[in-house]
């Protein structure tokens, strides 16, 4: 029999590195949070400022499926932003921006981007980045269905929204819902799936 696939979702705070490794002695990794098991990994990553739903699996097609541009999974993610949104902004966000990544040029596909008009219920963070003085604050929720380095961030700073607070939220049907900073919930392959791919997949 072939190894057993495990599945965590992680509410990844602010200021913890997506990996297990740190760069420099101050760093707090995903070890810190939580007794993963040796093979599972983090599918994809979040940067250490951003925050929010992060999957860990030994499951390689899983890692497969959700990484490959060709299947463009969404990605939901709510972003505090400096500056009051223009339409015109909104609008490019929505039908794509060039952005730079590893020194090239980088048109974002299209995506579903609302300008909330209340701030979200998230849990406080551990460090708040406060507006330049006389700005104005707002929430976006965004949707994407690739997940460049850094590409909110880069995508909003292109329209003159810079990003305060960045937090996923979802990836496809699978929410971040109830779960708080450093919180770790196991997941079972037959529930899990039908969230990410479908429920096709119920039963695969």
Same mark, same amino acid.
């Not at 039908?95 to 730079?100: L, P, S, Y």
């Not at 990003?163 to 496809?172: G, K, P, T």
């Given at each position: 029999?072939?190894?057993?696939?495990?599945?965590?979702?992680?509410?990844?705070?602010?200021?913890?590195?997506?990996?297990?490794?740190? %760069?420099?002695?101050?760093?707090?990794?995903?070890?810190?949070?939580?007794?993963?098991?040796?093979?599972?990994?983090?599918?994809?990553?979040?940067?250490?400022?951003?925050?929010?739903?992060?999957?860990?699996?030994?499951?390689?097609?899983?890692? #497969?499926?959700?990484?490959?541009?060709?299947?463009?999974?969404?990605?939901?993610?709510?972003?505090?932003?400096?500056?009051?949104?223009?339409?015109?902004?909104?609008?490019?966000?929505?039908?794509?921006? %060039?952005?730079?990544?590893?020194?090239?040029? #980088?048109?974002?596909?299209?995506?579903?981007?609302?300008?909330?008009?209340?701030?979200?219920?998230?849990?406080?963070?551990?460090?708040?980045? #406060?507006?330049?003085?006389?700005? %104005?604050?707002?929430?976006?929720?965004?949707?994407?269905?690739?997940?460049?380095?850094?590409?909110?961030?880069?995508?909003?700073?292109?329209?003159?929204?810079?990003?305060?607070?960045?937090?996923?939220?979802?990836?496809?049907?699978?929410?971040?819902?109830?779960?708080?900073?450093?919180?770790?919930?196991?997941?079972?392959?037959?529930?899990?799936?039908?969230?990410?791919?479908?429920?096709?997949?119920?039963?695969?």
């Amino acid at each position: 029999m072939g190894k057993a696939h495990r599945y965590f979702v992680l509410f990844k705070p602010w200021g913890y590195l997506s990996q297990f490794t740190r %760069e420099e002695p101050h760093h707090r990794t995903l070890a810190d949070l939580y007794d993963f098991p040796a093979d599972v990994y983090p599918v994809g990553r979040l940067d250490m400022d951003s925050e929010g739903l992060l999957l860990l699996t030994n499951d390689k097609a899983l890692n #497969h499926r959700l990484l490959d541009p060709a299947y463009g999974h969404r990605r939901t993610y709510l972003a505090q932003v400096e500056g009051r949104p223009t339409e015109d902004a909104l609008e490019a966000l929505r039908a794509g921006v %060039e952005i730079r990544i590893n020194k090239k040029v #980088h048109r974002t596909r299209p995506a579903q981007v609302d300008w909330l008009v209340e701030a979200p219920a998230l849990p406080p963070r551990e460090k708040t980045v #406060h507006p330049r003085p006389g700005k %104005e604050v707002h929430w976006l929720r965004l949707t994407l269905t690739e997940g460049k380095n850094r590409q909110v961030r880069r995508m909003c700073a292109r329209v003159g929204l810079p990003v305060l607070r960045l937090v996923r939220v979802a990836i496809e049907r699978l929410e971040l819902g109830d779960m708080q900073p450093g919180e770790v919930r196991e997941w079972k392959r037959a529930d899990l799936y039908p969230l990410l791919f479908g429920a096709e997949e119920a039963g695969k």
